[in-house]
């Protein structure tokens, strides 16, 4: 089992910000991502970065997240700003197969197709 660590979530009021930080331990991949999963709701895909540093978004958080990659320290980022009631979920970070190329990794956002899955960091907004 690959350990990845993520942190940053917390409770913050509407219009508020978080930063989400997942380093993955003595794993690389070509392909990381961010998923949440409120309750009683299927899990869905917020983002998933390609390693040349190509972005994709959920288009429930486009215009207001920014998922960004430290390959030195094995680590992405996820920033959403303008956080609303609707965003408050477990937030989990994945990775796994290596694939050879953006298009892939992309459609990883819908697939969900990752080897190795994180335990989460809570999101709660609300006033």
């Known amino acids: 089992q690959v350990p990845l660590k993520e942190s940053g979530g917390g409770s913050v009021r509407p219009g508020g910000s978080l930063r989400l930080s997942c380093e993955a331990f003595?794993?690389?991949?070509?392909?990381m991502g961010w998923f949440r999963q409120a309750p009683g709701k299927a899990r869905e895909g917020v983002a998933t970065?390609?390693?040349?540093?190509?972005?994709f978004y959920a288009d429930s958080v486009k215009g207001r997240a920014t998922i960004s990659q430290d390959k030195g320290k094995n680590t992405i980022y996820l920033e959403i700003h303008d956080l609303q009631p609707e965003d408050t979920a477990l937030y989990l970070c994945?990775?796994?197969?290596?694939?050879?190329?953006?298009?892939?990794?992309?459609?990883?956002?819908?697939?969900?197709?990752?080897?190795?899955w994180g335990r989460g960091t809570q999101v709660s907004v609300s006033e």
């Open positions: 970065i390609f390693r040349d540093g190509t972005p």
């Open positions: 003595q794993y690389e991949s070509s392909c």
């Open positions: 994945a990775t796994g197969p290596s694939y050879g190329g953006s298009r892939r990794c992309g459609e990883a956002i819908l697939s969900a197709a990752f080897y190795y």
